[in-house]
């Protein structure tokens, strides 16, 4: 009985070492909306830090619904706030990752 024992708990324990799964880690998932209507926040993407209201750091996509839907601007005065994005976590405000819900 303790070998048929052994035997299914090696087994599970192949069976879900083998699926991996990522965690993201982020402060805000985000969507990007084409419409400025239904959007929460307009923004400017800046490339000028010391500018920027915030600075982001792109986490990659996640998966889920968005908890912030944005509109991108190309007109920094009617953005709602300038974002500056960062290649560093440490240097960032927020984390965020971006989905397509």
Known sequence: ????????VL???LVF???EAEAIIAD???????SSIIADQSIYITNNSILADETWYNAG?????GDLTI???T????ADKSIYYTSNSILADKTVCF???
Not at 1 to 8: A, E, S
Not at 28 to 34: E, F, G, M, P
């Open 17 to 19: 070492s083998i699926i």
């Open 75 to 78: 007109n920094s005065i009617l």
């Open 1 to 8: 009985m303790k070998k048929i024992l052994g035997i299914v």
């Open 99 to 101: 989905t397509d819900y």
């Open 11 to 13: 087994g599970f324990s």
């Open 28 to 34: 805000l998932s985000v969507k990007v909306s084409n």
């Open 61 to 65: 996509k996640c998966s889920g619904f």
């Open 71 to 73: 509109y991108i601007t």
